[in-house]
Each structure stands twice: as C-alpha cells, then as structure tokens.
C-alpha cells in the first residue's frame, strides 16, 4: 500500500504505526494511542485502499463497510466527520459520494482507477451500543467493519461483526481479495474485565494483530518519586528516550502544545489514559483513598514491576469478611513492626456465604495458606439473618463450615476509612506502612479510584455523597479490608494466634459453629 497518496486533492501519509497497521492482512487489526494521535484517519483510510485493492469482477470493485459507533450522536459528529474529512461527499469526473444522512446513514462511493476499472463501495453507518443493538448486524453480508472507538462498544458487537465479515461480495462475484474488521481506541482498562486488553495483551489469538502508538507526551522524573505531593511534569515526546516519537504532531497547528495545554486542570490517571497512551480508567468520582499513591503501596521487584508479597507463615493470616449476595475476602498479615500487607483477594458473583465458603474461600485456604493460624474478622452485618437465609445468618454459616469468625468493631464508614489512611500515611523504616500484592487487582482498581464518593449536582454546584458509592467489586473488597484494618490498628501482630480464633488482647463476639475445625 503506498506511503503518500493523492486524491482529489487530499493527500494522505501513512505515519510509523500506520504503515504497519495498513501493510497487515490479520483478520482482526486494532490500534490503540492517545487522542489527536491520527487513529480514525487511519482507518478511514484503509477502507479507501482495500476498496481500491478489491478483486475486479466485470470490470468492477465491489465492497460493502459497517462503520460503528457506540451512539448515534457520536457516530454522526465525529466519525461521520472524519470519513468526509478522507473520503469527501461531492461529485465531480470519475468520483461521486453520495451520503443519506437519515438513519440508517449510508454513503455510495463511485470512482474509476486508473486501470480503467470501476470501484464500487458501500458505507453503512450504525450506533451499536447495547447489546440488544447486535441484531442491526444479523442481516449485513460485508467486506470489512470498522470499529471507532471499539472499547465503548460490547465484546458480543465485535463477535457480531467478525460473522458479517467475509461474506461480500460473494464467490460467484468473484469474492475479495481482503475482508475483516478493524479498529481503533483509547487505551481501555488493564485486566482482563476489557476485551481488548483480554485479546491484545493476554489470549494474543492467531490472525489478530494490535498497535499501541508512542505516548505524545513523556512524564519528567520527579526529584522526590515518594513524595505524593510533588506535581507531575511533562514534555514533549520528540523520540529521544525510550519511546519513538509522538505520531501526528505535523497535522496539529499546535504541535506539541494541543497535547501540553490539555495536561493543564486534567488529572495524572486522565493524562497516563489519554495523552500518554496507557492502559488505565479515568475517574470521575472522588477517590476515598487520596492518600493512596500506587508507585508507593504496590509491591515491586528490583526492576519496577508489579509483583506479590511473601507469605510470612510464621504469621496468622487476618481474613476480612463482607458479606452480602457478593461475599469476599481480604488476605491481610501484620508484620511485628506494624506493616499491614494486603497478600491476596477473593471475590464473588450471585452467591451466597455458604456456597461461598464451601466452593471458594475452603478450597483456596488449603491449597495456599495450609498449616497457618488465622484470625477471621467480619462485616457486623453477618449476624443478622436476611444476609443469608430466612433462618441462619452470615456469621453462623461461616462457623458450621469450621471457620469461626469476629465481628468487626462497628460497621460506621469514617472509623473504617481512617483506619486504612493510618495505614497508608504510616511510614515504617522508611517504608510504607501499607503494602499491595500484585495479585489483588481489584483492591488496587479500588485504591486507584474506583472505590469512590459519587458526584452529585446541588444548587450550589457539584458536590460529593458522604459515603462512598457502593459499586462490586470494589466497594465491596475495601469493606473488607477496613475490617481488617480496624482489627490491627492497635499494634503489630506476632507469633502464632490458634487456628480461627480471636487474637489476643481483643474482647469480640465469635459465633461459635456445630463444625469442628478443618484444617
């Protein structure tokens, strides 16, 4: 596919990432970069080739295109856009776009190549952004779809769209020379809830291909990388460090400054996601942990990277309770300097604590933690019967299954909340006095802002709930991990306390079960 191309006084040249994406026969192709990086223009552009590049049948190139958006308004003011921005609507010798702007948007290209052929393409534009939207899809036979911003959309669209793909124009027509689905995006979230982070980054599968673009910015070391206080600093990204150069800063009259002046007002997680390129989400409440800073709490290795924490066996394992129809659990140790480690999580879906217990929490504590004394601590809402059934409550299921369980101090939010912010802010050695493992993903996410205080509009402007949105799964795992909070705040712990039972010097109410100990 050519590097520089001209038509109809538009000229188009293909940037670094761009030459790879456009070169690719994958099936599957997406790229993902910062805004204003030249994605969209990308992908308009290789529906303009491939329809050009179509088998000649009878002297004609046929296609046929979905574009999708997540919704109508966004489809037809900025992708629909970008599309007449590459692909103009006029009519002059040898070129004609007819576009019907009424829903379903549609748009015919007619043009003839030099080679005396004949290209002819249709363009069907459609808002997808429910799944009960898939079935718009159900009755297209296409060449090829393109995606905007593929991560807004429903995973089943995309599954949708790789059905209708390969099916026009038929054999009998004589077929296609290329036809699959590309795509473009924002950085989306990193594990494995996101589809494309969950294709592009961990499944990887056969005759799928993905683009990450160089960060238009770069973050400037800071003096003090502890100091949680010290702004963040940025500069262009000209290609000198690690990074190849930022790509479509030519086509920006601003240069570098769009990029520099967005920085001003937005958040560190809104420019890493959305200037810099990383995978990450952006908040839009306010984070109950401000005094969480993720380069300090998360454990790492010699080399940066995220690891886990060290079981310390010779130490009980604090297991933190919430309850609820989403039960889960918080892995927590405290050094005998005071450290609160958080090792490891479970969570739950659409299950009681019994199944819970018996399906989960059980098997994982002996194929993991077996032989080690544990000290239980739960939400005081487990005593009350409606969390589990008409007749046994959560806190009484837990010690027929052999694991019997505290109860937590008091169930009010802000002694919860301080309890972990002590943590946090404590420094021990030098060290933090809170540490994550790697494993605890969700814990993390919640850290990082998705535990959070929603907005709410007033007469008097925004303002903020008193309590923290209850949101599973992460509401849910900070619950339980100030429960263990407010159980070692008073001290370290060491030695070994008895299997399940209270630690010493804390007066608590445990239920006691009809099972024997299990371990």
Known sequence: MPQEQENLNIKYIALPTAREFHASPAFVRGVMGPLGSGKSAMCTWEMFERCREQVVHRGIRKSRWAIIRSTYPELKMTTLNTFLDWIPELSVPGYSLHLNRQPPMNAILRMKLEDGTTVEAEFIFLALDTEDDVKKLKSLELTGCWINEATEIQFSILKMARGRVRRFPGKRDGGYNWSGVIMDSNPCEEGEDSWWYKLAEIEKPENYAFWKQPPALLRIPKKNPRDPHEPQMYCPNTGQGAFPAAENVCNHTAGFSYWMDLCAGSGEDWINVFILGEYGSVIEGKPVYPEYYDAIHMARDEKGKVCNLDIMRGLPLILCLDFGLTP???????????????????????????????????????????????????????????????????????????????????????????????????????????????????????????????????????????????????????????????????????????????????????????SAGWD
């Open 328 to 514: 889960c659990c918080a892995f927590l140790q405290q050094t005998p300097n005071g450290v609160l480690r958080l090792i490891d999580e479970l969570i739950s879906h659409d299950m009681g604590i019994r199944q819970f217990a018996r399906d989960i929490l059980k098997p994982h504590l002996s194929n993991y933690y077996y032989n080690m004394s544990r000290i239980m601590i739960g939400d005081p809402a487990g005593t009350q019967r409606a969390q589990a059934s008409d007749e046994v409550s959560c806190m009484q299921e837990l010690a027929n299954a052999g694991l019997p369980t505290e109860m937590a101090r008091t169930n009010l939010f802000l002694p919860r909340r301080e309890a972990v912010a002590g943590f946090l802010t404590r420094l021990v050695n030098g060290k933090p006095g809170f540490q994550i493992a790697g494993k605890c993903t969700v814990a993390r996410e919640g850290f990082k802002g998705k535990y959070q205080y929603r907005k709410m509009r007033t007469t008097a402007g925004n303002a903020y709930s008193p309590e923290p949105l209850k949101n599973h799964p992460w509401s849910d795992i900070q619950d339980a991990i100030q429960y263990g909070a407010m159980h070692a705040e008073g001290g370290a712990i060491s030695g070994k306390a008895a299997p399940g039972a209270p630690s010493a010097g804390r007066s608590r109410r445990v239920i006691q079960g009809s």
